[in-house]
């Protein structure tokens, strides 16, 4: 198996998890949060993508903007236009701004993340994953790693949003 198919199959299994996450959903219900201060379906699914959209974005290097500038998704959010927030070390009144009017709005949007994601991907190669994408950090970060970054944190907050929506039809 190439490390691209790799990467193509993983980043692969989390359009069908968002879709369970999200499908069928009224605006009120992809709000509501199982707690006060509690992150939302619509949040956690806004912020995973963010946080592919924004990253991807920095990898690929070519100047391009984030899907998030380009398809103008943050009026659909309840947000302001200029904002490039991902969600990272949002309070709560911050998750609460957080507003996707439609399930369909965080799946086109996500969708979109990740078609450019699926394109990027699929044409890496084994030594394209040792090149260093972020030296803030000791050691500094390769693109492997990054990818798997993404991918684990996406996993996990797709994951999270199946276990709010089981609780809101609890």
Known sequence: MQVSELLV?????????VRGAVEGLDAE?????????ANSIGWLVWHLTRVQDDHINDLLDDG???VWVTGAYAKRFGLDPQTHETGYGHAPEEVAAVR?????VLL??????HARTHAYVARLTAEDLDRIVDERWD???????RLVSILDDDAQHVGQAAYVRGLLER
Do not use: K, N, T
């Open 9 to 17: 199959e993983g980043f692969g299994r989390l359009p069908d998890l």
């Open 29 to 37: 219900q992809l709000r509501w949060a199982p707690a006060p201060g």
């Open 64 to 66: 391009s903007e984030q």
């Open 100 to 104: 996707p009017e439609s399930a369909e």
């Open 108 to 113: 086109e949007y996500f969708d979109a993340v």
């Open 139 to 145: 050691p500094p970060v390769s693109l492997g790693v």
